[in-house]
C-alpha cells in the first residue's frame, strides 16, 4: 500500500520568506513524487515530478522539491515567498511497481498562508 | 490545447435521486482518472480506465457508484440513490500513454440535499 503525510494543515509565511512545506511518503517499491496547487474553486495544477534522476527538482512558479530516499521525503521549497504563492498544496505519491496500478495517493494537503 | 473539461461545474440533488457527472479529456490522453475531494479530507481516488483494459474500480466506495468511458475519450460517473455524505468534489485527470504526470480539470461541485 502507498501512503502520503503531510503533518501541517497551515504554514505561514511572511513574503520574501522562503517557505517549506513537508510531505513523507511510504510505498513497496520506488516512488514516483508529485506537487500540486490549487486555488480556490479551481482543480489541481502540477507544479513538479521527482521520477529519477537528480533529486533536487525544479518545476513552477519558481518551486522546488527534493527527494530524500533515505527520510522518504519529498519537501516543497521556494527561495521567497510570494502573497500569490498563497493556496492549498498536495503532495501525491504513485509506486513504480505496477501492481499498484497507476492511481495516485494524494496527503490531505497544507494550505500555505504568505502575509505581505 | 484545451485542458481537461468537467460538467456540470455544480449540482444540486435531493437525496435519493442520481445524477451523472461527465468529463472530458484532453484530446489523445489514453488514461482517465475520477477522485473525489471531500471537505477536510484530502483526494480519494475512484477509478481509472486506460484504453481499453478493464477499468480499474478498486477506489468506488459503493455499488451506487459507477463509471464509464465511451470510445476511449469521454467519461461519465453515476452516483445512484444519492446520500448526503455523496457531496463532494468531484475531479477527474487524464494523462498520455506512458507519462506519470495527471492533469486535472477543474472539478464538478456535487451538493446533496
Known amino acids: 500500500a502507498q501512503s502520503v503525510a503531510q503533518p501541517e494543515d497551515q504554514v505561514n509565511v511572511a513574503e520574501g520568506n522562503p517557505l517549506t512545506v513537508k510531505c513523507t511518503y511510504s510505498?513497496?517499491?520506488?516512488?514516483?513524487l508529485f506537487w500540486y496547487v490549487q486555488y480556490p474553486n479551481r482543480g489541481l495544477q502540477f507544479l513538479l515530478k521527482?521520477?529519477?534522476?537528480?533529486?533536487l527538482v525544479k518545476g513552477s512558479y519558481g518551486f522546488e522539491a527534493e527527494f530524500n530516499k533515505s527520510q522518504t521525503s519529498f519537501h516543497l521549497k521556494k527561495p521567497s515567498a510570494l502573497v500569490s504563492d498563497s493556496a492549498l498544496y498536495f503532495c501525491?505519491?504513485?509506486?513504480?511497481?505496477?501492481?499498484?496500478?497507476?492511481?495516485?495517493?494524494f496527503g490531505t494537503g497544507t494550505r500555505l498562508a504568505v502575509r505581505p | 490545447g484545451a485542458g481537461v473539461s468537467q460538467s456540470p461545474s455544480n449540482k444540486v440533488t435531493e437525496k435519493g435521486k442520481d445524477v451523472e457527472l461527465r468529463c472530458d479529456p484532453i484530446?489523445?490522453?489514453?488514461?482517465l482518472y475520477w477522485y473525489r475531494q471531500s471537505l477536510g479530507q484530502g483526494l480519494e481516488f475512484l477509478i481509472y480506465?486506460?484504453?481499453?483494459?478493464?477499468?480499474?474500480k478498486s477506489g468506488l466506495p459503493s455499488d451506487r457508484f459507477s463509471a464509464e468511458r465511451t470510445g476511449g475519450s469521454v467519461s461519465t460517473l453515476t452516483i445512484q440513490r444519492t446520500q448526503q455524505e455523496d457531496s463532494a468534489v468531484y475531479l477527474c485527470?487524464?494523462?498520455?500513454?506512458?507519462?506519470?504526470?495527471?492533469?486535472f480539470g477543474p472539478g464538478t461541485r456535487l451538493l446533496v440535499l
Open positions: 485527470a487524464s494523462s498520455q500513454s506512458g507519462q506519470e504526470t495527471q492533469y
Open positions: 510505498v513497496s517499491g520506488n516512488p514516483y
Open positions: 521527482y521520477i529519477t534522476g537528480d533529486n
Open positions: 501525491a505519491v504513485r509506486d513504480m511497481e505496477k501492481s499498484s496500478g497507476d492511481k495516485l495517493t
Open positions: 484530446s489523445g490522453h489514453t488514461a
Open positions: 480506465f486506460q484504453g481499453n483494459s478493464a477499468p480499474d
